[in-house]
């Protein structure tokens, strides 16, 4: 599998960086640089940098409206900064052609529709896009790289399969295998388990991870679960009213003060008995 | 052309095909390819057969001989000069007409996303009656005046649904309130206008290819031939928007320009439709939701669509000449009869869901 990893040159960087240094020492792709992000004249992150981990699973995680969606935007070029710069390679990402851009990093909507009546394989085989010219629309190369995107999610059964009559979960990972399929060192994901069962939101983790250990492929998620983030985060980043509150392991970062802080709601803190990561308990008002 | 390699083949559900030259590729769905194909024949049949009724019947061969450049010079005036335009025409703006109800339905997601339920047929409307009443206007000013009034109420809708980026659905509610009020305002200019002008205007506002000769139909033709290499250009693109605008955006299309092009490319078709045999309704509406219903792909397939435009858009004309003995309609009122039954069709389909 490990031919979805990115075209040679950047494939052989990555393997360079792996060899020279643990992930996290690497250096960063992605980089945000005192970003003021809004909406018409609503500012709802101010002057906010952060550096995204290269070759980690990095959670976003903060109360409703603590801006984490929009700066996952912003980092994804769907969301132009009003002041500061997202820095992408060094270059800033607005200064890239958009498809350039998508085969560098992609993103997993909170949104995305399915055209009605198409099949699992032609949704999937959308994700080739960004590598497809108009002359050039179906290669080897894109069935080769579809078909493998298709395997590493557990989707080839579906393959013929309309999209509209497919299980939450298996919709949701038909989406992740468009956005493998695109190929990109970076992944962003924007609350990919909503709507999604227990059991299907711990599958969708558990397969973002085996990718981003697989592949080296940087991923960053925005999820509510705080203990979904301890986790399965190499790197958690707390935001609260459009700060960050704190980051790093979750280990490290996860206290009963920062929860408390953070979400303003007084909890116990456990070990986690399975993954050995910090696990929230609330205490709640009937209790106390 | 060669098949892939079937060890190792993507099973979509439907029968495909991979066409490979040199490094150019593409995919190809069997079912759409059949559809198109029988589409055309049927629109090449109906050219001949359309060329060949009229008050001087001409056999079928002869036709086919004229056509051919083998005709004597009778067969050569009746077919060539007289009947030719006509038949070509009908063939064409029916294409470009189905082919701007295919990009707009897809821009809207949306099968009431047709360019006649939005306004710009009544807009173009509007701007050929200014022209008439105002000037009264020859061919070229009126067809002028429809361009443009296409165009401003395109804008003006386009404006008016634009918030923080462009949704399909509000271009379709602004859409509607600009057509309605346009209608009354067109309305309000026929009343006004003398009795002939108003005549004028109200047959111009049927829908009409009659009296179409080479002189009104090259100009048309052309435009027509240059906006469809660029909407099939905007296409590859285009259809991403289908994805919604944030997966779109991610797979790198720039939405907002592409929508834009998109917009102007099939406002553009319209007008040119409008302008060259007035305001034609309901074949851009239907006919993407009819080849849909026959290739059974999702999205709005721009080529097929443009097929069954041609097809409807020529029956319904020939169906107007000679359905019935020694009157002629104007193709725009049996266009909308075809889209009333259309309408009942789709209320009993859904229906029966």
Known sequence: ?288 | MTATDTSLRLHTGRRTTVLRLGRASMRLDLRSIAVCAVLAAFGLVLLIVSVATGDFPIPIPDVVTTLLGQGTSKTNLIVLEWRLPRALMALVLGGALGASGAIFQSLTRNPLGSPDIIGFNTGAYSGALVVIILFGGSYVAVAGGALAGGLVTALVVYALAFKRGMQGFRMIIVGIAVSAMLASFNTWMILRADLEVAMAAAVWGAGSLGGISWAQAVPALVICAILGVLALLGDFSGKQLELGDDAASALGTRTQSVRLAQTVIGVALTATVTAAAGPIGFVALAAPQLVKRLTRVSGTGLIPAALMGAALLAASDWVAQHALPGITLPVGAVTVSLGGAYFIWLLIAEARK
């Open chain 1, 1 to 288: 599998m490990d031919t979805l990893l990115p075209e040679a040159p950047v494939r052989d960087l990555v393997d360079d960086f792996a060899a020279a240094a643990p992930a996290s020492e690497r250096e960063p792709r992605l980089v945000a640089r005192g970003v003021t992000l809004g909406y018409d004249n609503r500012v709802v992150v101010e002057d906010l940098s952060v550096e995204i981990p290269e070759g980690a699973v990095t959670v976003i995680v903060g109360p409703n409206a603590c801006g984490k969606s929009t700066l996952l935007r912003a980092l994804s070029r769907l969301l132009k900064p009003g002041r500061g710069q997202v820095f992408l390679d060094g270059r800033s990402i607005h200064a890239y052609p958009a498809k350039e851009v998508a085969r560098r990093l992609g993103l997993l909507p909170q949104t995305s529709i399915a055209p009605d009546g198409i099949t699992v394989a032609d949704l999937v085989a959308r994700g080739r896009h960004p590598h497809q010219r108009i002359w050039q629309q179906w290669s080897a190369e894109d069935e080769r790289i579809v078909l493998e995107a298709m395997a590493a999610t557990r989707v080839l059964d579906l393959s013929s399969r309309h999209v509209d009559e497919l299980s939450g979960g298996q919709r949701q990972r038909v989406w992740v295998a468009m956005a493998l399929a695109q190929q990109t060192p970076l992944l962003l994901l924007d609350e990919p388990t909503t709507y999604l069962d227990i059991a299907h939101q711990i599958d969708l983790l558990e397969l973002c991870r085996e990718l981003n250990r697989s592949h080296g492929q940087t991923m960053v998620a925005v999820l509510h679960d705080l203990n979904h983030a301890c986790r399965y985060a190499d790197h958690i980043i707390a935001m609260k009213d459009g700060a960050i509150v704190a980051q790093g392991a979750p280990n490290d970062v996860v206290t009963a003060e920062l929860v408390e802080d953070v979400f303003d709601m007084p909890c116990l803190i456990i070990n986690d008995p399975v993954s050995q990561t910090p696990l929230i308990v609330p205490k709640g008002r009937s209790w106390r």
